[in-house]
């Protein structure tokens, strides 16, 4: 434990003196409780029936009784442990809350040094200890302390007592609530928090280590009877950014990878040059089949597109049906595409539709030498069926243009090259464990 | 190291392994055909009319 905390370069507050200690019983149950900061507490939360007790005087009053039975904390109070090489002993336990999200803190006390909090979130522990002079404000959202600079990370939220045991040094109750802000440094917050009468500010600092052994505590557990432990609060998210990592780093490290992935597909998407070859076909009249180039694959499988173009015509289409054919085991795979473009004017005024040009890929093709084999066929448009006049355009149609005439297609075949839809879905992997940090980070503000 | 941060860079890392295999090996859901594409059903003729 000790090798895991280390003692704070900051001043703490100032040592009271020696406090002793003082038995008192509660009005409530009649139990036997320890004040264990006699002289410093003023109200004690019974640990056999969580009623409020005021102890600032000689005669024990009730504040509030609260019939429920004893709890057990993970840190007993009145352990003993030993953190950053001071002896402290457990007085009160606290568990608060901002929009839900909870917390828990306990109460530390050393005759000679004084007050510390121990503060566990979402399982981590941190160590604050009291400021005794105000951090300096700076520029922006930034304060400084012993010279070490600390920005704001937190909107003011405002944050809840929502249980409370064992005793304070103000009269603490359930329901109290003060507005919390933390500033956030290297390795270590600061938590400032103000209500009506007063403003605190806390340096917290990690802590490693087995912190519950260190004061002879159970593991695991919560206190009975006290809300279940949620999310961070303001006061510390260091456990939190200890464990995940903040949203920040996390983009950092997803846009890290966003770029790798970026240059590893450009290095392995490398293909063969491409082909282009061009001829002729007639609308509505026989199909042609033909071969427009020969593609190798010297990898296991690669990606294969074949692209064609023509233009000059209104209201056809081009059937391109492609086969590639592997040379040595003649095993083929078929693929299909059209160019096609339509135009023509209806009461919403001039449209087209369409494209002059047509691109079909084709995934994972094993490797070995391929004839590209494409069969085009083109086809007049017409709205019963029947081929329409190439002289007289159907009413609300354009013209088919040049028509009459073969049609010029140029066919492009190439192997390589990256799917653009892997990238965005990869995009997407990366940024959304981080988005998600994100949008928890942000509820966790508000 | 945080265990959360390790976690996502081991994500990241399987992320981008896998993508840059896939994209070596030329596979994809968004190709028109070949292993693993996504068929759509052929149509032919203006959406307009």
């Not at chain 1, 087209?352 to 066929?377: C, F, I, L, Q």
């Not at chain 2, 993508?19 to 292993?35: C, E, H, L, Q, Y």
Request: aromatic share 10%.
């Amino acid at each position: 434990m000790a090798d895991d905390v280390t003692e704070t370069s900051f001043p703490g507050p100032a040592p009271p003196s020696a406090p002793a200690l003082k038995a008192v019983t509660c009005p409530s149950c009649g139990g036997s409780i320890a004040i264990r900061a006699a002289g410093y507490s003023v109200t004690l939360v019974c640990q056999y029936c969580g009623s409020t007790l005021d102890v600032a005087n000689p005669d024990v009053r009730l504040i509030t009784q609260l019939s429920q039975a004893a709890s057990h904390l993970d840190l007993p109070l009145g352990a003993h442990g030993v953190l950053q090489g001071l002896e402290l002993e457990v007085l009160g336990y606290m568990r608060r809350s901002i929009a839900g999200d909870a917390w828990e803190e306990y109460l530390l006390f050393n005759p000679y040094e004084g007050f510390r909090w121990l503060v566990r979130d979402e399982g981590d522990w941190s160590l604050g200890v009291m400021l005794t002079t105000l951090p300096k404000h700076e520029a922006g959202s930034e304060v400084t302390y012993a010279g070490r600079r600390f920005r704001r990370q937190d909107a003011p939220s405002e944050a809840r007592v929502d249980y409370v045991l064992g005793e304070f040094y103000w009269r603490v109750q359930v329901g109290e609530k003060v507005t919390a802000e933390t500033y956030e440094g290297h390795g270590a917050d600061l938590s400032c928090e103000r209500n009506a009468d007063e403003t605190n500010w806390t340096l917290i600092t990690p802590l490693g280590g087995d912190v519950v052994a260190a004061f002879g505590g159970r593991h695991p557990g919560a206190v009975a009877g006290a809300p279940t432990a949620a999310p961070s609060g303001p006061v510390s998210t260091s456990g939190a950014k200890a464990r995940f990592g903040s949203a920040p780093h996390l983009f950092l490290v997803g846009g890290a990878a966003t770029l790798l992935l970026f240059v590893l597909m450009i290095a392995f998407s490398g293909g063969a040059p491409a082909q282009t070859m061009r001829f002729n076909v007639t609308p509505d009249g026989a199909s042609r089949t033909l071969t427009v180039g020969k593609i190798t694959l010297p990898r296991a499988s690669q990606r294969v597109t074949l692209t064609s173009r023509s233009s000059q015509f209104e209201n056809m289409w081009i059937d391109m049906d492609y086969s590639l054919i592997e040379r040595r085991t003649q095993k083929r795979l078929d693929v299909s595409g059209s160019i096609e473009h339509y135009s023509g004017v209806d009461s919403d005024g001039r449209w087209t539709e369409g494209s002059y040009e047509n691109r079909v890929t084709v995934a994972s093709v094993p490797k070995g030498v391929y004839d590209v084999v494409v069969e085009a066929s083109a086809h007049r448009w017409s709205e019963n069926g029947s081929s329409p006049s190439t002289s007289t355009p159907q009413a609300g149609w354009d013209a088919t243009g040049a028509a009459t005439n073969d049609l010029a297609v140029e066919v492009t075949s190439a192997s390589g090259g990256a799917f653009l839809g892997n990238f965005w879905v990869a995009l997407l992997l990366i940024f959304l464990p981080p988005g998600v940090r994100l949008l928890y980070e942000m509820r966790s503000r508000k | 190291m945080q265990t959360g941060a390790i976690l996502y860079l081991v994500w990241c890392g399987l992320v981008v392994t896998g993508f840059a295999v896939a994209s070596s090996s030329g596979s994809s859901p968004f190709a028109t055909a070949g292993r693993g594409a996504m068929h759509s059903v052929g149509f032919y003729g203006p959406m307009h009319k």
